[in-house]
């Protein structure tokens, strides 16, 4: 067997079990050689043990490959080589909130949650690793939960960085409500903040749902909604309210609907619990140093 087909198990030994195989010395040899080949230009992965790797197996995608480490956990390693300039760049140019410049997915902690989203994590999850797949169809993600605070636009973020750093794809983020004010009668600002909205390759619109009902509303939203649509750009979009219950032109939630997957996201203002737990920490801080 050669060595990208020994990778696709484990050496036969470490704590997980399942895809394994009792390989010689030099099998394991060929093996590690393969993978470390494949492995060296994804970050820290190119620094792995010896003991990570034949705990660990990769096998090849269409786009790129999948690494599965000892515990089961996979990541998706893209074809397309990003350098760390270029995620940089769009990261900074994004327009996404200060607070979640730095967030990946890393940091949304689907464990605070007390009732059960593996199901929703899932679908995150096979949205990043096959982005390319679902850019080529348009197909975006409705975020939304009925309560404020219950991590959607941190995990939209999230999923912009996550996204950014993997793939060479112009991302934005942008509150429409914002969005709305770019587009009033004398708007000050420059009209290609408005354009990269209509032409980045991931956008989010954040809070959808929250704006007036007015005829011009659904008027400058529809257009960039078309637009997207229409050019096949994918839109994550986070909201409180169910997509067929939007106060907004039936063209617009129409076309929503058809490009979107949907992620509900527990009903729980778990922002709130932990601003509380920050809080009590810096408290507890200071009590500590008196």
Not at 54 to 63: E, I, K, P
Not at 109 to 127: F, M, P, R
Not at 219 to 244: A, D, G, K, M, Q
Not at 250 to 267: C, N
Request: aromatic letters at 12%; hydrophobic letters at 35%.
């Amino acid at each position: 067997m050669t060595g990208e087909e020994l990778a696709r198990y484990r050496v036969m030994g470490g704590r997980t079990h399942w895809f394994e195989m009792s390989m010689d010395a030099a099998q394991i040899s060929e093996r590690r050689v393969y993978m470390r080949n494949v492995l060296q230009n994804h970050g820290d992965m190119s620094f792995l043990s010896a003991d990570a790797l034949d705990g660990s197996r990769l096998y090849r995608m269409v786009n790129g490959y999948i690494y599965e480490n000892a515990d089961g956990y996979e990541f998706f390693l893209s074809d397309n080589k990003v350098t760390q300039e270029e995620t940089e760049f769009r990261r900074i140019r994004s327009m996404m909130p200060f607070e979640f410049l730095d967030c990946t997915g890393k940091d949304f902690n689907w464990g605070i949650y007390k009732t059960d989203a593996e199901q929703q994590k899932g679908l995150v999850a096979s949205y990043i690793m096959n982005f390319e797949k679902f850019k080529e169809n348009g197909m975006g993600l409705y975020i939304y939960s009925g309560v404020k605070g219950s991590g959607k636009t941190l995990l939209s973020c999230c999923l912009l960085n996550e996204i950014g750093k993997r793939y060479a794809v112009g991302t934005k983020f942008c509150n429409v409500l914002d969005f709305l004010d770019m587009t009033k009668k004398g708007y000050s600002g420059d009209d290609r903040e408005v354009t990269a909205l209509f032409d980045a390759s991931l956008l989010v619109l954040d809070d959808i749902g929250v704006q007036m009902s007015k005829e011009w509303v659904d008027t400058v939203l529809y257009r960039l909604v078309n637009s997207r649509y229409t050019n096949r750009l994918p839109t994550i979009y986070t909201s409180n309210i169910p997509v067929e219950k939007l106060k907004v032109d039936d063209r617009i939630s129409d076309r929503i609907e058809s490009t979107t997957y949907f992620v509900r996201l527990p009903d729980e203002p778990v922002r709130q619990q932990e601003r509380r737990k920050e809080k009590e920490k810096l408290m507890e801080e200071i009590k500590n140093s008196l």
